[in-house]
């Protein structure tokens, strides 16, 4: 790979550079690629999305040949090693002979020094930055959209890999380029203990069950917690992980308990009105831990709360997205521009919906639009004039001024 950097002058947001992106990209994209055409059927190798999940989905590694035969929308060593000399973009550069650990962002001169053997670029959330390579998530729509994180894209030479090690969430892993041989271990416990002499998470015992050569279009699902051990077999080896969120339960009770801390008001307080008068005034008894246990549960079985707080968690960004400080377009600008051209969805932007609720970015907005409205919100690639139905017009008209306004739609000349 030579040396390469996607452009001088980039745009500071994500969001922006996505477009920037997306626009530069697309002529390349076209040339060297074929579009994703796949049934459901034949990218999970003759079963259907559900069959998928009950038989394999957080239980088994599954491994489908040509899931994709068509071909993968593209991304080349060069333009990947653009991305990694970017500040916003999360990226990580491994040696596989000594294990070491480099994190981005790279200068040109890292890559020219690199070797012909035993490295790999990591670079994570490629979707965010190029649209071809996020309109892969649509093949596993049957997944709830918001349970996807990233599509991180390795490229390696022969020899370069991650190491044996687990992950806490699913993966599909998909070869785009070149040949990787994978090979599936143990499930893994806190008891399998991890190397001490990197900075990576490498198992220290792998033991070996299955291994695979993967060629492009073949596709590999890892459950969390099942060791797994990729090594490119050949030069631009190019593998594309499909990789989904998981949060822990420490994580969700931080993040819950914040959420409802910032809406509780210094009147509710612990009460004790049925204190009974007591002779070992240090003792904590059943009774005191029965009122404190009561006042958390009834906080936590608020179940409007409950779904609130997770619509916005599971939508938060990750990868660094600041929200647009763009002048807003008012509900009058955006119908009038609608006219002239289709409003495009930055898919960097996450979206989910409860019947009332859409949820952008980790935020919510409420809405009188009936489900099947934000449904078509959520789906939508592009929306033109003629796409606003009469019946909910008015409805759409202001959410998707809203929507505008978080950057999950944008007129392409903006
Ligand atoms: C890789 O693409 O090299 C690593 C992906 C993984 O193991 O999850
Ligand atoms: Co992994």
């Given at each position: 790979?030579s040396?390469g950097?996607?452009?001088?002058?980039?745009?500071?947001s994500?969001a922006?550079?996505?477009?920037?992106f997306?626009a530069?990209?697309?002529?390349?994209?076209?040339?060297?690629?074929t579009?994703?055409?796949?049934?459901l059927?034949d990218?999970?190798?003759?079963?259907?999305?559900?069959?998928?999940?009950?038989?394999?989905?957080?239980k088994?590694?599954y491994?489908v040949?040509?899931?994709f035969p068509d071909?993968?929308p593209?991304?080349?060593g060069?333009?990947?090693a653009?991305?990694?000399t970017?500040?916003?973009?999360?990226s990580?550069?491994?040696?596989?002979?000594?294990?070491t650990l480099?994190h981005?962002?790279?200068?040109?001169?890292d890559?020219?020094?690199l070797?012909?053997?035993d490295?790999?670029l990591l670079v994570q959330a490629?979707d965010h930055w190029?649209?071809?390579?996020?309109?892969?998530?649509?093949a596993?729509s049957?997944?709830?959209?918001w349970?996807m994180?990233d599509?991180?894209v390795?490229?390696?030479?022969p020899?370069?890999?991650?190491?044996?090690?687990?992950d806490?969430?699913?993966?599909f892993l998909i070869?785009?380029e070149g040949?990787?041989?994978?090979?599936i271990?143990?499930?893994?416990?806190?008891?399998d203990?991890?190397?001490?002499?990197?900075d990576l998470?490498?198992?220290?015992?792998?033991?070996?069950?299955?291994?695979?050569?993967l060629?492009?279009g073949d596709m590999l699902y890892?459950?969390?917690g099942?060791a797994?051990?990729?090594?490119?077999l050949s030069?631009?080896?190019?593998?594309y992980?499909?990789?989904?969120r998981?949060?822990?339960?420490?994580?969700?009770?931080?993040?819950?308990?914040q959420f409802?801390?910032?809406t509780?008001?210094d009147f509710d307080r612990?009460?004790?009105a049925?204190?009974?008068?007591?002779d070992?005034?240090h003792?904590?008894t059943?009774a005191?831990?029965?009122?404190i246990?009561?006042?958390?549960?009834?906080l936590?079985?608020?179940?409007?709360?409950?779904?609130?707080?997770?619509g916005?968690?599971m939508t938060?960004?990750k990868?660094?997205?600041?929200?647009?400080e763009e002048p807003s377009?008012?509900k009058a600008?955006?119908?009038?521009?609608?006219?002239?051209?289709?409003?495009?969805?930055n898919?960097?932007v996450?979206?989910?919906y409860?019947?009332?609720?859409?949820?952008v970015?980790?935020?919510?907005?409420?809405?009188?639009?009936?489900?099947d409205g934000?449904?078509?919100?959520?789906?939508q690639?592009?929306?033109s004039?003629?796409?606003?139905?009469s019946?909910?017009n008015a409805?759409r008209?202001?959410?998707?001024?809203?929507?505008?306004g978080?950057?999950?739609?944008y007129?392409d000349?903006?």
């Amino acid at each position: 790979m030579s040396p390469g950097r996607a452009d001088a002058d980039l745009p500071d947001s994500p969001a922006l550079y996505y477009r920037w992106f997306a626009a530069k990209l697309t002529v390349q994209l076209l040339l060297h690629t074929t579009p994703t055409q796949v049934t459901l059927m034949d990218m999970l190798g003759g079963l259907s999305g559900q069959e998928f999940l009950s038989q394999y989905w957080q239980k088994t590694p599954y491994l489908v040949r040509k899931a994709f035969p068509d071909g993968l929308p593209g991304i080349s060593g060069d333009e990947l090693a653009g991305l990694a000399t970017e500040p916003e973009v999360e990226s990580r550069l491994v040696t596989a002979n000594d294990w070491t650990l480099r994190h981005g962002p790279f200068f040109e001169d890292d890559f020219a020094q690199l070797p012909e053997k035993d490295w790999t670029l990591l670079v994570q959330a490629v979707d965010h930055w190029v649209p071809e390579i996020a309109a892969l998530f649509d093949a596993f729509s049957f997944i709830p959209a918001w349970r996807m994180d990233d599509i991180m894209v390795s490229y390696a030479v022969p020899g370069g890999g991650v190491g044996p090690h687990f992950d806490h969430y699913d993966v599909f892993l998909i070869q785009v380029e070149g040949e990787r041989e994978w090979r599936i271990g143990q499930s893994c416990t806190e008891a399998d203990d991890r190397r001490d002499d990197t900075d990576l998470s490498i198992l220290a015992h792998f033991d070996e069950q299955e291994r695979w050569v993967l060629k492009p279009g073949d596709m590999l699902y890892v459950p969390p917690g099942i060791a797994h051990w990729g090594e490119a077999l050949s030069k631009d080896c190019i593998t594309y992980s499909i990789g989904f969120r998981a949060p822990s339960q420490a994580e969700t009770l931080v993040d819950f308990a914040q959420f409802l801390a910032n809406t509780s008001s210094d009147f509710d307080r612990y009460q004790d009105a049925d204190l009974d008068a007591r002779d070992d005034s240090h003792r904590i008894t059943p009774a005191d831990v029965d009122r404190i246990q009561s006042m958390l549960q009834r906080l936590v079985q608020d179940r409007d709360a409950m779904a609130r707080w997770f619509g916005s968690y599971m939508t938060q960004p990750k990868y660094g997205d600041a929200p647009l400080e763009e002048p807003s377009l008012s509900k009058a600008d955006i119908a009038r521009q609608l006219q002239r051209q289709p409003l495009i969805r930055n898919a960097s932007v996450r979206l989910a919906y409860q019947p009332g609720t859409l949820f952008v970015d980790g935020e919510a907005i409420e809405t009188n639009l009936p489900a099947d409205g934000l449904r078509w919100l959520c789906e939508q690639k592009r929306i033109s004039a003629s796409d606003l139905g009469s019946q909910d017009n008015a409805a759409r008209l202001t959410i998707l001024t809203s929507l505008v306004g978080h950057d999950a739609f944008y007129f392409d000349d903006e």
